[in-house]
């Protein structure tokens, strides 16, 4: 198992990126939560299967229609800091 935890900067609060971020989790078959930031980021924290992590960090680079990334920054991880399924906070 592999973990990592992104932070996305840009237009990425109010477009359904948690939401999204959390479809695309799922779907990926990885654990993790999606949250807001103070600041205007959404951080997203996942572990799962190191292929999928790369599949999420690729998709988190676009994110949903309405969203905008600027950047993305992918951090180390440990796998027993994502707790079962997949949240939104």
Do not use: Y
């Amino acid at each position: 198992m592999s973990a990592a935890r992104f932070i996305v900067s840009g237009k990425v609060q109010g477009v359904f990126f948690r939401a999204s971020a959390r479809e695309e989790g799922l779907r990926l078959g990885l654990r993790g939560c999606a949250k807001n930031l103070a600041d205007g980021r959404v951080e997203v924290i996942a572990a799962g299967d190191a292929a999928a992590l790369e599949d999420l960090a690729a998709w988190l680079r676009q994110g949903p229609p309405m969203a905008r990334v600027d950047d993305l920054e992918r951090l180390p991880a440990r796998d027993e800091e994502v707790a079962a399924g997949f949240t939104t906070a």
